[in-house]
């Protein structure tokens, strides 16, 4: 029975209880696919909020998860270590770029960024150097605790919050174009001695608009980082487990960061896990027989086994079958069902980065707080499509399970519902 909001006490993130209508209770996953108490197929266009991988309930992954419940539930992580951590940190490394080395657990992308701010600041702060500050982009979003939230674009999600954020260097976005105005302005900023490190969403920034960069760019703050000895953290949090095309998208710029942050696709999506990885350095720094270099963090699910049994599974799913094949075919279909919008003049910024494709609504109001984008994600929850539109910005991030005929579904419906919007607002 669909209950209305008024009656739940559950308090929804990201949701405006007083314009929001009753939500529908969704009863089972699986494939591309959420379905409803009404027995609806909801096609899952933004893979549950880009979590979701290889799909819903995958069985290598939900086998896992089962046998690992017959041996563990959840071990104290400061004074133990199990099997699936170690297996994992082992196979982690082996996937990531070249030179990361240790492997620090936690249970969230914004934790798996706090994580690699301690982590630098940490290092510096052993080595006895005055480097404190972090640079990032405008219109980047690393996550929503206190310290993720400050190297995040400031204005409507943390306006209440400004008292707790700290400062942060903020780097212009290298639009195409522009990227030398980016350069400098990081250059500029390290020539100042203190920066501990350069925080960045490699090649796509994701909540801040799905706005892309070229790959160069990002090599040039790896060099720019390295001249100056600052830190170089990269966020593939969403990038990470083949969204824009490789596994991760610092390969695109054949860089290693120094830190590498991920969450999300670590398990598939089923469970919650976080990893942040460091080249030996920074553990280095922090190794030491006097107790105060401790690295000070934890949290009571750190490396939960039955959550990195998931993830071992999602390893040997990207060892056995062919993830990169699934990659590339739908990279090629998205493109495909895009390319009708190239030359449309109802929408801008038609862009695509492997599997992830985005396009801007003209609409006479922008940003995150339009609403025209509340209106939009009900046009297409109307017709069996999970959508959510940033503000005027509509984006797909499928699983890669998605098929030709969803896909026909869900651009169909954002080409009608483009014309119903503008239909309206004349």
């Not at 209508?21 to 197929?41: A, H, N, W, Y």
């Not at 798996?112 to 972090?134: P, W």
């Not at 992830?356 to 929850?381: C, E, H, K």
Request: net charge negative; proline share 6%; with cysteine.
């Amino acid at each position: 029975m669909n209950v209305a909001q008024s009656s739940s006490p559950v308090w929804h993130p990201f949701t405006q209880h007083g314009l929001e209508q009753p939500f529908k209770r969704i009863v089972r996953t699986e494939g591309s696919s959420l379905i409803d108490e009404d027995g609806q197929r909801i096609f899952d266009g933004i893979s549950s909020w880009w979590v979701i991988t290889h799909g819903h309930r995958h069985p290598a992954i939900t086998a896992a998860i089962c046998e690992a419940t017959n041996n563990f539930d959840q071990i104290i992580f400061a004074e133990y270590s199990h099997e699936p951590a170690e297996a994992l940190a082992a196979g982690l490394i082996q996937l990531a770029p070249p030179g990361l080395t240790h492997v620090f657990y936690s249970d969230s992308g914004s934790t798996a960024v706090e994580v690699a701010i301690k982590m630098a600041l940490g290092y510096f702060h052993h080595r006895d150097e005055r480097k404190t500050r972090i640079v990032v982009m405008e219109h980047s979003y690393h996550g929503d605790t206190v310290g993720a939230m400050s190297v995040g674009e400031r204005g409507v999600f943390n306006a209440p919050y400004q008292p707790l954020l700290f400062d942060v260097g903020r780097l212009p976005f290298p639009a195409p174009g522009q990227e030398q105005q980016t350069l400098d302005a990081l250059e500029q900023l390290c020539r100042g001695g203190d920066v501990a490190a350069v925080l960045v969403e490699p090649l796509i920034l994701g909540a801040g608009g799905m706005k892309l960069y070229h790959p160069s760019v990002l090599s040039e703050f790896a060099a720019i980082a390295r001249r100056y000895g600052a830190l170089l953290i990269a966020d593939e949090v969403m990038t990470g487990w083949g969204r824009t095309g490789t596994l991760f998208a610092c390969e695109q710029a054949d860089i290693t960061p120094d830190i590498l942050c991920m969450s999300k696709g670590l398990t598939g999506g089923a469970l919650p896990l976080a990893a942040t990885l460091s080249k030996p350095e920074i553990f280095e720094a922090h190794r030491s027989t006097d107790r105060s270099r401790t690295f000070f963090h934890s949290s009571s699910y750190t490396a939960n086994p039955i959550a990195c049994a998931a993830a071992l599974a999602n390893l040997d799913i990207w060892r056995q079958e062919p993830v990169q094949a699934r990659i590339a075919a739908l990279a090629e279909m998205q493109s495909e069902k895009l390319a009708r919008f190239r030359n449309d003049p109802r929408f801008s910024e038609v862009r695509q980065i492997g599997t992830i494709t985005a396009l801007d609504l003209a609409t006479p109001t922008t940003g995150y707080l339009s609403d025209v984008g509340p209106r939009l994600r009900r046009l297409f929850r109307e017709r069996g499509l999970l959508i959510r539109p940033l503000g005027n910005v509509i984006y797909l991030m499928p699983p890669y399970c998605s098929s030709a005929e969803e896909l026909d579904r869900a651009y169909s419906a954002i080409d009608e519902c483009a014309d119903l919007i503008r239909s309206i607002d004349r």
